[in-house]
């Protein structure tokens, strides 16, 4: 349209900004999966025998499902075969000793972080809110901040190692319980090799005073990165969470199969929220991470409640389904969901709602973006169990296209088995429309500045839920990811 | 301020303005009337740089520019406002950050700083006022679930917010009862000024009772077939559209 825009020009040229790689020394295993490559990682970590014993059982399951080829192929995603022998599953910045405090990490590693937008200097805060971070440096957590403002208050915010020494009972409990390691192809292979993660327990009527928060960073080339969270959150406690993720340019595919665990008791309530910026692949659809995560939350206690939250702008290919089963009666899940595709992005995205007890609520709402080949699809379950008396659920799914040669699909399965169930659900699919980007243009704006306000409007029921800076950050990369999609 | 050519032009591949000539000096108001379907949205798109709408023949000078040649947003930022006939809805898009948003566009166009949250709410409830428009409004999504009268505030809002050179008003009387007729007029009136052209393009005779054009131009099958003063849009009302007859 209008190629004089120079705004049109300098957003067509701009790079994924993230793209760069940190030069750091790193302690890495020989490509391949075996036993042995599982004991390896487990000795590194000094494990107890109890959680070896785990990876093993998931490696077992994992290689028959090889076997078997049980790598999902219902999803409406295309991809080369993955050769599992060809992925690094271990590499961490040297030295990896445990740092006691903040001055003894690598300062080319603090850069790195800084670099991304993250201080992971107390003193240093950039947004001017508290929020403590974990630090996920490919296979390991580098660090986290404000742990001892948390302790105070019983808080336990820590990598998911630190756990596993410091917290063994609480690991022990939870790990697997609302994942079990052979819950699907992705997952299995995660609980396998998993090397790190975040781990939060909130206690007994506690409400986290800041924001939690872990970000993510793929950095060596050939690895791939598993790690695990589990978040715990106690009778009457409550929490929020934030998650980002960022990845080097580089031509070939990476891997990244996370396990999310949540567990809220009664009375608790978790807020998840995710942005996703891995790599998406340059224009032609080269490189780019394959996100494959399987994300699930517990509502086991009665009148607890878990909200996802996630804008998925990254990732050659996303295949993610945050989901929550809804245990206690009176229990609330909630989904929010943007996914934008552009170039020959894939995602195929949705989640689950699964109502167990009584009076259980779901509220799903989903909007995908789709431009120049992106390809998206909305899939979503909601089952309804025989003893979820009076459960109901909302769903809404809006798909906006630009451009004619991207799609976009909605699959929602509904399965009711309690008659007194009330479940609704509205989907949409509209193209952006010209003369709201001629009346944009009317008023002076550019068409870039235009597409962007209109997508962020229509995204505005999901942003809303993000907490406040990480909204501007999404709104940011909404516009960013849409480069080049007009022209 | 804008001379229009011999100007002929298409709504998509058919050909609708045939053969316009028209010059409108800063300061004055001209109206064009015409019935349904003779071509005056399609001028007012034509002017405004719709995609979909092409120049076949004739040329346009806004300013002593060239019109046609610059990007839609640039003639925008330029000063040339269309008030649209159906203004657009935008979901999920806010009334105020979008005026601003707008408002900021053109400042920085002219080359003048932009206005902070504070500076732009105090200018905006002021013009507020003069269009009767409720706060509330601002708050809510652009134009979605708008009345018809509040849309068309809303369209005199920007424009007094804008400031532009040149304003083209596509029937902004539609649909308006009487007190929203003589709100948008009063908005209207307030921004004649000596160095501002405005063109306003109604069906019906009574806008033009509260905005008193100096020029008269009546458009049937896309050409202008009669011109005149105040009154000719007083004999139009009482004769009819039949009296003008069809140029082919
Ligand atoms: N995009 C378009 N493609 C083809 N014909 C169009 C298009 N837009 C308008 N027209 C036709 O052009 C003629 C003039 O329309 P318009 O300018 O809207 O008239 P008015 O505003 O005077 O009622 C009508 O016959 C209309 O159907
Ligand atoms: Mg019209």
Redesign the interface.
Same mark, same amino acid.
């Not at chain 2, 935008?90 to 898009?93: L, W, Y």
């Given at each position: 349209m209008s190629a004089q825009n120079p705004e049109l020009e300098r957003l067509a040229n701009e790079e994924y900004k993230y793209g760069f790689v940190s030069d750091i020394e790193s302690d890495q295993i020989a490509p391949g999966l075996s036993e042995e490559v599982v004991r390896l990682i487990s000795a590194k970590k000094e494990e107890p025998a109890w959680l070896l014993d785990f990876r093993l059982k998931a490696l077992a399951r994992f290689q028959e499902m090889l076997e078997e080829k049980h790598e999902p192929g219902w999803a409406k995603v295309d991809y080369p075969e993955i050769n599992y022998q060809d992925i690094i599953y271990y590499s961490a910045p040297k030295p990896s000793v445990e740092v006691e405090s903040l001055d003894e990490v690598d300062p080319e590693l603090l850069r790195t972080y800084e670099k991304l937008g993250i201080s992971l200097d107390e003193q240093k805060r950039l947004s001017g809110v508290k929020v403590a971070v974990d630090a996920v440096f490919d296979s390991v957590s580098v660090a986290t901040t404000y742990r001892a403002e948390l302790e105070k208050q019983g808080i336990i915010f820590c990598s998911f190692s630190e756990a596993v020494k410091n917290h063994p009972d609480l690991i022990k409990k939870y790990l697997g319980s609302v994942v079990p390691y052979s819950d699907n192809f992705f997952a299995c292979l995660n609980s396998a090799v998993f090397s790190d993660g975040s781990f939060a327990y909130i206690p007994k009527g506690v409400r986290c005073p800041m924001e939690l928060s872990t970000y993510f960073r793929i950095n060596s080339a050939g690895t791939g990165q598993f790690e695990r969270t589990l978040l715990v959150a106690d009778e009457g406690a409550s929490v929020s969470y934030l998650e980002g993720c960022t990845a080097p340019m580089r031509d070939e595919n990476q891997l990244h199969a996370a396990v999310v665990e949540l567990v809220a008791l009664d009375d608790a309530s978790i807020k998840y929220s995710t942005v996703q910026n891995w790599y998406p692949g340059d224009k032609n659809g080269v490189g780019g991470i394959y996100n494959f995560v399987t994300k699930r939350g517990a509502c086991r206690g009665k009148r607890s409640k878990i909200s996802w939250t996630q804008v998925e702008t990254g990732s050659a290919i996303t295949w993610k389904y945050p989901s929550c089963i809804l245990q206690g009666d009176d229990s609330v899940g909630e989904f929010y969901s943007v996914a934008m595709t552009n170039n020959y992005q894939q995602a195929d995205t949705g989640t689950k709602m699964i109502h167990i007890g009584k009076n259980t609520k779901s509220t799903i709402i989903s909007k995908g973006i789709s431009a120049g080949r992106g390809q998206q699809t909305y899939r979503g379950l909601v089952k309804i169990g025989r003893k979820a008396e009076g459960a109901r659920n909302y769903s809404q799914c809006d798909s906006l296209l630009l451009g004619s040669e991207c799609g976009a699909h909605t699959f929602p399965y509904l399965d009711v088995e309690n008659p007194s169930a009330t479940v609704e659900h509205e989907a949409t699919t509209s193209k952006i429309g010209e003369d709201q980007i001629f009346y944009c243009l009317q008023r002076g704006l550019s068409e870039e500045d235009a597409i962007s306000i209109i997508v962020n409007g229509f995204c505005k029921e999901v942003l809303r839920e993000l907490p406040m800076e990480f909204a501007v950050e999404a709104q940011n990369l909404l516009s960013l990811s849409l480069e080049g999609s007009v022209g | 301020m804008l001379e229009i050519k011999n100007l002929h032009a298409n709504a998509g591949d058919t050909p609708i303005i045939k053969g316009i000539d028209l010059n409108i000096g800063a300061g004055e108001v001209h109206a064009i009337m015409g019935p349904n379907g003779s071509g005056k949205s399609t001028l007012s798109n034509v002017l405004? =740089? $719709? /995609? =979909?709408y092409s120049v076949t023949r004739g040329e346009v000078l806004y300013a002593g520019q060239n019109l046609l040649d610059m /990007?839609?947003?640039i003639r925008? $930022?330029e000063g040339v %406002? !269309?008030a %649209?006939q159906y /203004? +657009?809805e935008? /979901? =999920? +898009?806010g009334n105020s950050? %979008?005026l601003k948003?707008?408002v900021n566009? +053109?400042r920085t166009?002219r080359g003048e700083d932009e206005l902070d949250a504070m500076d732009f709410l105090s200018i905006c409830e002021e013009k507020m006022k003069l269009v009767e428009m409720p706060s509330d409004l601002m708050s809510r999504?652009i134009n979605e679930g708008f009345s018809g009268g509040e849309k068309k505030r809303n369209e005199i809002l920007?424009m007094l917010l !804008?400031e532009p050179k040149l304003c083209i008003l596509d029937e902004t009387d539609s649909g308006l009862d009487i007190d929203a007729l003589r709100v948008v007029a009063e908005g209207v009136n307030a921004m004649r000024s000596p160095d501002r052209a405005m063109l306003v393009i109604t069906h019906y005779q009574r806008l033009l009772d509260y905005i008193v054009p100096d020029r008269v131009h009546v458009l049937s099958g896309g050409q202008i077939v009669r011109s005149g003063g105040k009154e000719l849009a007083g004999e139009l009302e009482a004769k009819g559209y039949g009296w003008i007859g069809n140029p082919e």
């Open positions: - | 405004a =740089g $719709r /995609p =979909g /990007p839609t947003e925008a $930022r %406002f !269309l %649209f /203004p +657009v935008i /979901p =999920g +898009v950050y %979008f948003t707008s566009a +053109v166009h999504s920007q !804008l």
